[in-house]
């Protein structure tokens, strides 16, 4: 079945580094979407980016999409040790119009001070 | 800012009992969702619902989950018969746009089965 799936599972970094996690997906999808939760915590919608973008950016958060590779990064800069989350890719499938979101295993990201 | 209410935020049951979980989605939402996340691993779609009825269901929702829109602001989610592998954290999540549009969780019901 569709699914992201995100590496690495576990980041740890210090403060003021940058944070790259990768997503790769199997179907054609409509868009890919990054979502973050905090332990014990919901999910928290971050971005959205579509099949026909490429890169999108929304303040410290840096995404792309490469369709081709069916893969997708986002890009945590100058991080903090409030970024210390887990980050999940979600995605649809193209090929149903309407199918739930379906999301990866997620990277769980330390940011230590 | 508008946001998705669940209650309890954790329950604890005997094996054989039936839950209920219950949401309040955003108030002019029309899509919500149900998943669910076992500890330490990966968040899973169970149902989606939309104008009182499902739209999509996975292989987890099988027949001793239900779910209701019982009136105009909650959406539950019903286990007939609760197993020792129903704990987990289950979300209620609800959209403005179906399918692929930005979902909106709420802090999640933990359910505990002894």
């Known amino acids: 079945s569709q699914q992201g799936e995100e590496d690495p599972q576990a980041l740890s970094i210090q403060e003021g580094e940058n944070a790259t996690m990768n997503c790769s997906y199997k179907?054609?999808?409509?868009?890919l979407q990054w979502y973050r939760q905090n332990s014990g915590r919901g999910l928290v919608h971050l971005i959205l980016?579509?099949?026909?973008?490429r890169e999108k950016h929304s303040g410290r958060l840096r995404v792309t999409l490469d369709t081709s590779k069916k893969s997708s990064s986002l890009l945590i800069t100058a991080s903090r040790a409030a970024d210390t989350a887990s980050y999940f890719c979600?995605?649809?499938?193209?090929?149903?119009?309407?199918?739930?979101?379906?999301f990866g295993k997620g990277t769980t990201l330390s940011v230590s001070s | 800012e508008p946001e998705v209410t669940q209650t309890p935020s954790h329950q604890v049951t005997q094996m054989g009992q039936e839950v209920i979980l219950r949401c309040v989605p955003i108030?002019?939402?029309?899509?919500f969702y149900w998943y669910r996340q076992i500890l330490g691993q990966k968040v899973e779609f169970l149902v989606s619902?939309?104008?009182?009825?499902?739209?999509?269901k996975s292989e987890i929702f099988d027949d001793q989950f239900s779910v209701e829109r019982p009136d105009g602001s909650n959406f539950t989610l019903k286990i007939r018969s609760t197993k020792l592998e129903d704990s987990a954290m289950y979300f209620c999540?609800?959209?403005?746009?179906?399918?692929?549009?930005?979902?909106?969780f709420g802090e999640g019901s933990r359910l505990t089965v002894l």
């Open positions: 179907t054609s999808i409509n868009n």
């Open positions: 108030s002019n939402h029309l899509y």
């Open positions: 999540a609800s959209s403005e746009q179906r399918g692929s549009g930005e979902l909106f």
């Open positions: 979600a995605t649809d499938d193209r090929g149903q119009a309407g199918t739930a979101l379906i």
């Open positions: 619902f939309y104008n009182n009825e499902i739209s999509e």
């Open positions: 980016i579509r099949s026909n973008e």
